[in-house]
């Protein structure tokens, strides 16, 4: 059973970067979606960023120009770099990897960003 295991996030102060990793403890086969989401408290799950198999990225209109979306084949890894952050970008972050029949997701992890 492949896991994703994710790293980064924290407190950060408003203005600030930061970059969360997520990786596959194994290969996956036929990746359509590489994705991260984020829930704030009392707020649904947002769709933040995605990243297709063919390389388009696309990103929720609050986080454009700021938050970019990578990956790394050779690592089984997605990022998301996080630039100039705001408070209200503070949440739980998720990344998520699907296939045509199958969502993988992370842990979640914190961010938190100080005004």
């Known amino acids: 059973q492949v896991q994703l295991v994710q790293s980064g996030g924290g407190l950060v102060q408003a203005g600030g970067s930061l970059r969360l990793s997520c990786a596959a403890s194994g290969y996956i086969f036929s990746i359509n979606t590489m994705a991260w989401y984020r829930q704030a408290p009392g707020k649904q799950r947002e769709l933040v960023a995605v990243l297709t198999s063919g390389g388009t990225t696309t990103y929720v209109d609050s986080v454009k120009g700021r938050f970019t979306i990578s990956r790394d084949n050779a690592k089984n890894t997605v990022y998301l770099q996080m630039n100039s952050l705001k408070p209200e970008d503070t949440a739980v972050y998720y990344c998520?990897?699907?296939?045509?029949?199958?969502?993988?997701w992370g842990q979640g992890t914190q961010v938190t960003v100080s005004s």
């Open positions: 998520n990897i699907a296939t045509w029949d199958v969502h993988y």
